[in-house]
């Protein structure tokens, strides 16, 4: 049986069915698939465990190929963002992604930084979970693979670029 949550940013209306919030796995532990770092402490250490290999890693150390890919990420959420209707310039983040085999990204531990605009995190989580429902990261690997790492909007390499392109 399928419940459905309606949920409202701004103008934007997202569906949620909740059998999507939440995924079990073998390793006998359900995750909200957003969650805030620091919550959840015993089920994001076995996902840390399961999800071991690194984003450097799987680019097979190709470092600005990862970057490119990384940035771009960033990018298409600060797209996502407006797309919905959501205000996330000025947040500054701590991220760590889970993606699996085909660049799907199956967990989102976020914490906000401490120089971050503060944002409503219910809200923040909702746009994260309509994110990651229709992301696909470019890169496919015979294992699933993880990143932390921390970013602010909107995305600074995007902001720099721009920079540059203007002082010409």
């Not at 015993?42 to 890919?69: C, I, M, P, Q, T």
């Not at 401490?114 to 979970?129: A, G, H, T």
């Given at each position: 049986?399928?419940?459905t949550?309606?949920?409202?940013?701004?103008?934007?209306?997202?569906?949620?069915?909740?059998?999507q919030?939440?995924?079990?796995?073998?390793?006998e532990f359900?995750?909200?698939?957003?969650?805030?770092?620091?919550?959840?402490?015993?089920?994001?250490?076995?996902?840390?465990?399961?999800?071991?290999?690194?984003?450097?890693?799987?680019?097979?150390?190709?470092?600005k190929?990862?970057?490119?890919?990384?940035?771009?990420?960033?990018?298409?959420?600060?797209?996502?963002?407006?797309?919905?209707?959501?205000?996330?310039?000025?947040?500054?983040?701590?991220?760590?992604?889970?993606w699996?085999?085909?660049?799907?990204?199956?967990?989102?531990?976020?914490?906000?930084?401490?120089?971050?605009?503060?944002?409503?995190?219910?809200?923040?989580?909702?746009?994260?979970?309509?994110f990651?429902?229709?992301?696909r990261?470019?890169?496919?690997?015979?294992?699933?693979?993880?990143?932390?790492?921390s970013?602010?909007?909107?995305?600074?390499?995007?902001?720099?670029?721009?920079?540059?392109?203007?002082?010409?």
């Amino acid at each position: 049986m399928y419940s459905t949550y309606l949920l409202v940013i701004s103008n934007f209306m997202l569906l949620l069915p909740t059998n999507q919030t939440f995924i079990e796995h073998p390793i006998e532990f359900v995750l909200p698939r957003v969650f805030q770092i620091g919550t959840y402490e015993e089920e994001y250490e076995k996902l840390v465990v399961k999800y071991e290999l690194g984003l450097l890693e799987v680019s097979n150390n190709d470092l600005k190929g990862a970057f490119e890919k990384l940035n771009s990420m960033y990018e298409e959420m600060h797209a996502h963002a407006e797309y919905v209707g959501m205000d996330i310039d000025g947040v500054r983040v701590w991220l760590h992604f889970f993606w699996n085999k085909d660049g799907t990204i199956a967990y989102l531990g976020y914490h906000l930084r401490p120089n971050s605009r503060n944002i409503d995190l219910k809200q923040f989580e909702v746009f994260l979970l309509s994110f990651i429902q229709v992301y696909r990261f470019p890169l496919l690997h015979e294992q699933p693979y993880s990143l932390y790492t921390s970013t602010s909007f909107p995305p600074y390499y995007k902001k720099n670029t721009a920079h540059s392109q203007a002082a010409k």
